[in-house]
């Protein structure tokens, strides 16, 4: 089976979110169509979508421009999954407590920006993910924190603070998990479908 996967193409490591997706197909025995998302349209045909990361405040206002965020709206209505990292995350959330962010309130958390450091702050570390069986190692890279959860299930969490979290297809995570070979957490995302 053939699954078409979206990348909002605006900023972010689109190539390694792209290959991401189809190594988790794969491991899936499925196959992935991916397409990248730079004007309205591409979205309703899409089984499943990713929204990178790059600067919250430029894919926020790429994706109300465009009319594209109502077309996100609606995947996420129909119960297609979604997988937004790092700003991908901010965007998505309820509160980015920045005015300069519109966002598309479909993650019930509050986030800020870059708070777990700037460029030279970024690491690297080992979480415990709920759906996964062996840590998953991650890479923060100008991570948001995640400092109220509302209706969003917790997924992971580093040094006490939540990093992943789901709420019904929508997955969001202050790491970058295309950075690395393993595919797992975009298998759970789109093809497991976990619920916390």
Do not use: Y
Not at 81 to 96: E, K, M, N
Not at 113 to 130: H, I
């Amino acid at each position: 089976m053939t699954v078409t996967a979206g990348v909002v193409a605006v900023q972010g490591d689109v190539s390694e979110h792209a290959d991401a997706i189809r190594a988790a197909a794969r491991a899936h025995d499925e196959e992935a169509d991916v397409r990248e998302i730079r004007h309205a349209g591409i979205v309703p045909e899409c089984d499943l979508l990713l929204v990178p990361g790059g600067e919250s405040t430029t894919i926020s206002r790429f994706l109300h421009r465009e009319e594209i965020a109502p077309e996100i709206a609606a995947h996420v209505d129909a119960g297609k999954p979604v997988l937004a990292t790092c700003a991908g995350l901010i965007v998505l959330s309820s509160d980015a407590n920045d005015d300069r962010v519109e966002t598309l309130d479909l993650l019930d958390v509050s986030v800020e920006r870059n708070a777990f450091g700037r460029q030279k702050d970024s690491f690297e570390a080992p979480l415990d993910v709920t759906g996964l069986d062996d840590p998953f190692h991650a890479v923060f890279i100008r991570a948001p924190l995640i400092d109220d959860v509302g209706e969003a299930e917790v997924l992971a969490e580093w040094d006490g603070r939540p990093v992943a979290v789901q709420q019904g297809p929508v997955v969001g995570t202050s790491f970058h998990p295309e950075l690395t070979t393993d595919h797992r957490l975009h298998g759970l995302a789109f093809f497991e479908h976990v619920t916390a």
